[in-house]
T-cell receptor, first 115, second 113 residues
């Protein structure tokens, strides 16, 4: 079975500071991994995805994530936080063998950005 | 291009009532899914469909039914609402498996009293 653990339900950073949101996964096979963002009262939007190509994945809005198999991690980073980054972020894992239909989401990390 | 449209946006039900949450997409996506979102639990898969006439259960299917008569529509039915079904429900679609990532609707906030 696959699972995702997001470390920290809330993260607070100052505007201009580094953003680091942590995600660890469990999977018996090389997984597909995703980060989604959810703004208040909206659905989730895909930020970036890892599908077994380059281990460093760049997404929208300046975010990137690195797949580290040895650490079973897929942490999300952004060099400089902006007020508009305040949202909830979800890491997700999927098994390529099943077509990925049973995507498993983490519990989410809410990012606060202080002026 | 509307993407994934969910109706209604808000609903209050009494215990035991039934209702249907509507989901429609205009992107000709083959694959559609229903998730529920609860605080501290992320999103949990209720049911999914890989094409018209084909549906399957996800993690938390009890108390919900689905059907997929057309590519565009994937309604979720609550047969007899219970307070435990109070949640935010999201419909999502993808063109050819999750390799492409999901497109989500804006959600339906359901309260069962």
């Amino acid at each position: 079975a696959q699972s995702v653990t997001q470390l920290g339900s809330h993260v607070s950073v100052s505007e201009g500071a580094l953003v680091l949101l942590r995600c660890n996964y469990s999977s018996s096979v090389p997984p597909y991994l995703f980060w989604y963002v959810q703004y208040p009262n909206q659905g989730l939007q895909l930020l970036l995805k890892y599908t077994s190509a380059a281990t460093l994945v760049k997404g929208i809005n300046g975010f990137e994530a690195e797949f580290k198999k040895s650490e079973t991690s897929f942490h999300l980073t952004k060099p400089s936080a902006h007020m508009s980054d305040a949202a909830e972020y979800f890491c997700a894992v999927s098994d390529p063998r099943t077509g990925g239909f049973k995507t498993i989401f983490g519990a989410g990390t809410r990012l606060f950005v202080k002026a | 291009n509307a993407g994934v449209t969910q109706t209604p946006k808000f609903q209050v039900l009494k215990t035991g009532q039934s209702m249907t949450l509507q989901c429609a997409q205009d992107m000709n996506h083959e694959y559609m899914s229903w998730y529920r979102q609860d605080p501290g639990m992320g999103l949990r898969l209720i049911h999914y469909s890989v094409g018209a006439g084909i549906t399957d259960q996800g993690e938390v299917p009890n108390g919900y039914n689905v059907s997929r008569s057309t590519t565009e529509d994937f309604p979720l039915r609550l047969l007899s609402a219970a307070p435990s079904q109070t949640s935010v429900y999201f419909c999502a679609s993808t063109p050819g498996g999750v390799l492409y990532g999901y497109t989500f609707g804006s959600g339906t906030r359901l309260t069962v009293v």
